[in-house]
């Protein structure tokens, strides 16, 4: 079973970057596409991105041009780098794998797993 592991949540100024990071284990991530979603406070979850198992991404109209999603599959991770946030970008942040390796969803219900999340806050 796979297990994910998000980090590199945190407080930072509007303007400001953060990188976070999905550590996984239990599985070959090569055989996984990748997502990140986020939920505020009061609100559903939405997708934020997703990547294949090629490198295939796709981001949500909100983030692009300002995040952008990457994987590592020799370090079982994936990676979103957030530059230029805003105070709508706080949320808590979740990584997901789905074992559909070609596809590219923004349906939550297409991952298999999640990680706990990791809080992301933008101050104003």
């Known amino acids: 079973q796979v297990q994910l592991g998000e980090s590199g949540g945190g407080l930072v100024q509007a303007g400001g970057s953060l990188r976070l990071s999905c550590a996984g284990s239990?599985?070959?991530?090569?055989?996984?596409?990748m997502g990140w979603f986020r939920q505020a406070p009061g609100k559903e979850r939405e997708f934020v991105a997703a990547?294949?198992?090629?490198?295939?991404?796709y981001h949500a109209d909100s983030v692009k041009g300002r995040f952008t999603i990457s994987k590592d599959n020799a370090k079982n991770t994936v990676y979103l780098q957030m530059n230029s946030l805003k105070p709508e970008d706080t949320a808590v942040y979740y990584c997901?794998?789905?074992?559909?390796?070609?596809?590219?969803?923004?349906?939550?219900?297409?991952?298999?797993?999640w990680g706990q999340g990791t809080q992301v806050t933008v101050s104003s």
């Open positions: 239990g599985g070959t991530f090569t055989k996984y596409a």
């Open positions: 997901a794998t789905s074992s559909n390796a070609y596809r590219l969803s923004s349906n939550s219900r297409s991952y298999d797993y």
């Open positions: 990547v294949t198992w090629s490198g295939g991404t």
